[in-house]
């Protein structure tokens, strides 16, 4: 079944920035929108980005998404020990009509 | 505020069958599509199946079409996920979730579900 490309890990030094791909296709990211979560070991996923770039109240701005073609990315400027997290995309596969999500990235700070 | 509760995980022997319950409130649940998405202990999170706001269109995983089974009830502001055929795979962490254009932006805690013998 449809699945999102992600790279299993990501690290960097507190205050530096990151960045995640995800990559889809044509009738997934392609079509849709994209979202994005945080997940702690041992709680549920929070949403930190919806509709490719907008974030829920509360989230900072430190965290941005954007969107291009079949593949979309999230960025963490000002990386913060409490940032350690996974972190996973998701989007809706028009063709399969089936949810999907990305593998997860899990991001280290140095 | 949104919450959404989930309920009736459990051990249960391979073969057996399970019904979990998502309880939602602080918003109005027959406006909003709806998910089960699970999580093995370790691993990914996985879509499951999501049902539309009048309980029309359904869909489901290729992994679990034919054995599972979600409804919903709008006057109990509920979501059902009737598991059967159950197999060691199974085993995860389940979820739902409100669904907004596709999207999921409230989950709740999760339940667990344990598929050994």
């Known amino acids: 079944q449809s699945v999102l490309t992600q790279p299993p890990s990501v690290s960097a030094a507190p205050g530096q920035k990151v960045s995640i791909s995800c990559s889809g296709s044509?009738?997934?990211?392609?079509?849709?929108?994209v979202s994005w979560y945080q997940q702690f070991p041992g709680t549920a996923p929070k949403l930190l980005i919806y509709?490719?770039?907008r974030r829920p109240s509360g989230i900072p701005d430190r965290f941005s998404g954007s969107k291009s073609g079949t593949s979309a990315t999230l960025g963490i400027t000002g990386l913060q020990a409490g940032d350690e997290a996974d972190y996973y995309c998701?989007?809706?596969?028009?063709?399969?009509?089936?949810?999907?999500f990305g593998t997860g990235t899990k991001v280290t700070v140095l | 505020e949104v919450q959404l509760v989930e309920s009736g995980g459990a051990l249960i022997q391979p073969g057996g069958s399970l019904r979990l319950s998502c309880a939602a409130s602080?918003?109005?649940?027959?406006?909003?599509?709806m998910h089960w998405v699970r999580q093995a202990p370790g691993k990914g999170l996985e879509w499951v199946s999501h049902?539309?706001?009048?309980?029309?269109?359904?869909y489901y995983a290729d992994s679990v079409t034919g054995r599972f089974t979600i409804s919903r009830d709008n006057a109990k502001n509920s979501v059902y996920l009737q598991m059967n055929s159950l197999r060691a795979e199974d085993t995860a962490f389940y979820y739902c979730?409100?669904?907004?254009?596709?999207?999921?932006?409230?989950w709740g805690q999760g339940t667990l579900v344990t598929v050994s013998s």
């Open positions: 509709d490719n770039n």
């Open positions: 044509s009738s997934s990211i392609g079509s849709n929108y």
């Open positions: 998701g989007t809706w596969d028009s063709s399969l009509s089936v949810g999907v």
């Open positions: 979730a409100r669904v907004q254009r596709g999207q999921p932006d409230h």
């Open positions: 602080g918003f109005t649940f027959s406006s909003y599509e």
């Open positions: 049902i539309s706001t009048d309980g029309g269109p359904r």
